[in-house]
C-alpha cells in the first residue's frame, strides 16, 4: 500500500489546478503593493535602515496573523463537515488509517495557505538590500511563520476531529490557538508581577508562537542574555505541541465518525447549557412573546439571548487587561501609537465577529431546508431582513457603542500625547476612523446575509464579506497611493497627510455604499429563487 496515499493524491490535484497558481501570485501582488505604498510614504523621512525594519516588521506582522488564523478558517471544519454530511466513515471501509486521512485533509486543506506564505517569503526579504536587517533575523522569521502555520492548522485538525458541528469547531480552534498564544503568555506576564522575589516565570509563554516572533528580531535575540535558548526551546515547543495535535487527531478520527448514544450525564450537561442558554421556561416564553410581536425572524435570529452577554464580557475581559497593563506600564503604553494600535486591533476582531455572525443564519438555514420552510409562510421578505438586522443589532449594538466611547476617549487622550505632532490631523483620523468602523459594521451586517444565501459554506461567505467590505478598499487606496506618488515626484507637486485620510475615507464610504445597495436589491428580488436552487 502506497504510503500516506490521500496525501499523494491531493498533491496531484493541486498541482493540476489553476487556483494553486493564482494565489501564489495574488498573495505576492499584494505584498508588493503594500512594501511600494510604505516605501513612498516612508522612503524621505526615515534612513535606509529604519526603512529597512520598518517594512520587514509589517510585512512579517501580516504575514505572521496570517499564518497564526489560518487553522480557523483552513482545517477547522475538514473533518467535522465529512461527520456531519456522512462520508467520514466510508473512508474507514478501506485499509486507510487514522494518520492517512488527517494528513490526507490536511495537506488537501492547507496547500493554498502553505504557497500563500511561500509567496510571501521573496517580498520579505526584499529590505535586506536595504541594509539594517541581518539574514539570521530574516531566517529565523521564517522559521518562526512556517512553524506558527503548522501549529494553527494542527489546532484546527484536533478540534475538527473532536467537533461535529462548524461553529463549534472553529471556536474551538480559536480558544485553543488563543490559549496557548495568549494565555499563557498573560499567566507568567500575571505571575510575574506578583512575585515578591525575582522569580522567572517566562517559561509559561515559550509555548506561545508570539513569543517566538518577539524574539526573532535582532533586538532581543542579541541583546536579551539567554535569548537564543529561549528562542530555540519556544520553536521546538511549539512545533512539538503541533505534532502532539496531529497525532491525537489520528486516534480519535478514526471513532469520531461513529454515532454514539448520548450517556446520562451528557443528556444532563446538554439540558443544563439548553436551559443556561434559551433561559427557563417562563422566561423564554415571556422573551418569545416580546420578540415575535417585534417580528417573527427577529425571534428566530435571536433566540440564544446570550450572545450579547458574550460579546460584552469579552469586551470587559479585554477592557480589565489593558486597564492593568496600562496602569503597570504607564510610560509605555499612554501614548497615541498604542491607542491607534488598540482600536485597529479591536474594531477588526468586531468586525470579524460580525461578518460570522451575519453569515451564519442563511448558510446554516439553506442548508438544512429550513429557509424554504419559513418562505412558505406568510412572512415577506422585508420582514425577514429586518428581523435579521434587529439580530445583529441586539448582538452588537451595545458593543459598537462602547467601543465608539472608547475610540472617543483614546482620541482626546492622544491630544495630551506629547508625540502626536499635529493635533487637527489626529482628530481628523480618529474621527474617520470612528466613521468608518460603524459604516463597515452596517455593511457586513447586509452583505454577510447574501453571501451566506448564496454560498455552500458559511466560512466561504465570512471570508468574501471580510475581502470585499475591508480589505478591497485598502487595496483600491494603496493602488492609488502608490500611481499618484509616483506621479508626485514627478509633478512637483505635494500632498498633505490630511488630503490622504479624506481620500481613504471616501474610497471606505463609497465600497460601503455599493456594497450595502448591490446586497439589499439582491435580497430583495432573489432570496426566494436562490432558497429552492441547489448550491451554484
Same mark, same amino acid.
Given at each position: 500500500m502506497t504510503f500516506l496515499p490521500i496525501v499523494t493524491r491531493e498533491l496531484i490535484v493541486s498541482a493540476r489546478r489553476p487556483r494553486t497558481y493564482w494565489v501564489r501570485f495574488l498573495a505576492a501582488l499584494m505584498a508588493v503593493g503594500l512594501l511600494a505604498a510604505m516605501w513612498f510614504l516612508f522612503a524621505k523621512s526615515e534612513s535606509p535602515a529604519q526603512l529597512s525594519l520598518m517594512l520587514f516588521a509589517v510585512i512579517s506582522g501580516l504575514a505572521f496573523a496570517y499564518c497564526f488564523l489560518s487553522g480557523i478558517s483552513v482545517t477547522a471544519d475538514c473533518l467535522s463537515e465529512e461527520k456531519r454530511e456522512g462520508t467520514l466513515g466510508l473512508l474507514f471501509l478501506?485499509?486507510?488509517?487514522?494518520?492517512?486521512?488527517?494528513?490526507?485533509?490536511?495537506?488537501?486543506?492547507?496547500?493554498?495557505?502553505?504557497?500563500?506564505?511561500?509567496?510571501?517569503?521573496?517580498?520579505?526579504?526584499?529590505?535586506?538590500?536595504?541594509?539594517g536587517l541581518t539574514p539570521g533575523e530574516f531566517w529565523r522569521m521564517v522559521l518562526v511563520l512556517l512553524n506558527t502555520l503548522f501549529f494553527s492548522l494542527s489546532a484546527g485538525m484536533i478540534m475538527s476531529a473532536i467537533c461535529r458541528q462548524e461553529r463549534k469547531a472553529r471556536a474551538g480552534t480559536l480558544a485553543l490557538i488563543l490559549l496557548i498564544a495568549g494565555g499563557l503568555p498573560t499567566v507568567s506576564l500575571v505571575l510575574g508581577a506578583m512575585a515578591k522575589y525575582s522569580d522567572d516565570y517566562s517559561f509559561f509563554a515559550l509555548p506561545s508562537p508570539w513569543f517566538a516572533y518577539g524574539f526573532a528580531f535582532d533586538k532581543l535575540f542579541k541583546g536579551t542574555k539567554g535569548a537564543a535558548d529561549a528562542?530555540?526551546?519556544?520553536?521546538?515547543?511549539?512545533?512539538?505541541?503541533?505534532?502532539?495535535?496531529?497525532?491525537?487527531?489520528?486516534?480519535?478520527?478514526?471513532?469520531?465518525?461513529?454515532?454514539?448514544?448520548?450517556?446520562?450525564?451528557?443528556?444532563?450537561?446538554?439540558?443544563?447549557?439548553?436551559?443556561?442558554?434559551?433561559?427557563?421556561?417562563?422566561?423564554?416564553?415571556?422573551?418569545?412573546?416580546?420578540?415575535?410581536?417585534?417580528?417573527?425572524?427577529?425571534?428566530?435570529?435571536?433566540?440564544?439571548?446570550?450572545?450579547?452577554?458574550?460579546?460584552?464580557?469579552?469586551?470587559?475581559?479585554?477592557?480589565?487587561?489593558?486597564?492593568?497593563?496600562?496602569?503597570?506600564?504607564?510610560?509605555?503604553?499612554?501614548n497615541s501609537v498604542v491607542y491607534a494600535t488598540t482600536a485597529i486591533l479591536l474594531h477588526t476582531l468586531i468586525k470579524g465577529w460580525i461578518a460570522v455572525e451575519a453569515c451564519q443564519p442563511l448558510a446554516e438555514a439553506k442548508r438544512t431546508g429550513a429557509l424554504e420552510l419559513v418562505l412558505c409562510t406568510p412572512l415577506k421578505v422585508e420582514e425577514m431582513l429586518a428581523g435579521h438586522f434587529l439580530a445583529l443589532k441586539r448582538q452588537f449594538g451595545g458593543a459598537i457603542t462602547l467601543i465608539v466611547i472608547a475610540d472617543l476617549a483614546m482620541m482626546l487622550a492622544g491630544l495630551h500625547d506629547p508625540s502626536t505632532e499635529e493635533a487637527s490631523l489626529w482628530? $481628523?483620523?480618529? !474621527?474617520?476612523? @470612528?466613521?468608518? %468602523?460603524? =459604516?463597515?459594521? +452596517?455593511?457586513?451586517?447586509?452583505? &454577510?446575509?447574501? /453571501?451566506?444565501?448564496?454560498?455552500?459554506?458559511?466560512?466561504?461567505?465570512?471570508?468574501?464579506?471580510?475581502?470585499?467590505?475591508?480589505? $478591497?478598499?485598502? !487595496?483600491?487606496? @494603496?493602488?492609488? %497611493?502608490? =500611481?499618484?506618488? +509616483?506621479?508626485?515626484?514627478?509633478? &512637483?507637486?505635494? /500632498?498633505?497627510?490630511?488630503?490622504?485620510?479624506?481620500?481613504?475615507?471616501?474610497?471606505?464610504?463609497?465600497?460601503?455604499?455599493?456594497?450595502?445597495?448591490? !446586497?439589499?436589491?439582491?435580497?430583495?428580488?432573489?432570496?426566494?429563487?436562490?432558497?429552492?436552487?441547489?448550491?451554484?
Open positions: 478501506t485499509d486507510l488509517r487514522g494518520y492517512d486521512v488527517v494528513f490526507g485533509k490536511l495537506v488537501a486543506n492547507s496547500v493554498d495557505s502553505f504557497y500563500r506564505l511561500l509567496a510571501i517569503l521573496p517580498v520579505m526579504a526584499i529590505p535586506l538590500l536595504l541594509g528562542f530555540r526551546t519556544s520553536v521546538l515547543l511549539t512545533h512539538w505541541l503541533s505534532w502532539c495535535f496531529l497525532g491525537l487527531a489520528s486516534l480519535i478520527v478514526r471513532h469520531a465518525w461513529q454515532d454514539k448514544p448520548a450517556g446520562a450525564r451528557r443528556v444532563s450537561w446538554a439540558e443544563r447549557w439548553q436551559r443556561w442558554g434559551y433561559g427557563p421556561e417562563a422566561e423564554r416564553k415571556a422573551f418569545r412573546t416580546r420578540l415575535l410581536e417585534v417580528n417573527p425572524f427577529f425571534w428566530l435570529a435571536a433566540r440564544w439571548r446570550l450572545k450579547p452577554a458574550f460579546l460584552l464580557g469579552f469586551l470587559g475581559l479585554c477592557g480589565c487587561l489593558w486597564f492593568w497593563l496600562a496602569l503597570k506600564y504607564r510610560d509605555d503604553l499612554l482628530l $481628523l483620523a480618529c !474621527a474617520a476612523w @470612528i466613521l468608518m %468602523f460603524v =459604516a463597515d459594521a +452596517f455593511t457586513l451586517g447586509w452583505v &454577510g446575509f447574501w /453571501l451566506g444565501l448564496k454560498a455552500k459554506r458559511a466560512d466561504r461567505a465570512t471570508t468574501q464579506a471580510f475581502l470585499r467590505v475591508l480589505v $478591497l478598499p485598502w !487595496a483600491v487606496f @494603496i493602488t492609488v %497611493f502608490i =500611481a499618484v506618488n +509616483f506621479a508626485e515626484q514627478h509633478g &512637483g507637486y505635494d /500632498l498633505k497627510p490630511t488630503f490622504w485620510v479624506a481620500v481613504w475615507f471616501g474610497i471606505g464610504m463609497l465600497n460601503n455604499l455599493i456594497l450595502f445597495t448591490s !446586497a439589499q436589491r439582491s435580497l430583495l428580488g432573489k432570496l426566494r429563487l436562490l432558497a429552492s436552487e441547489q448550491f451554484s
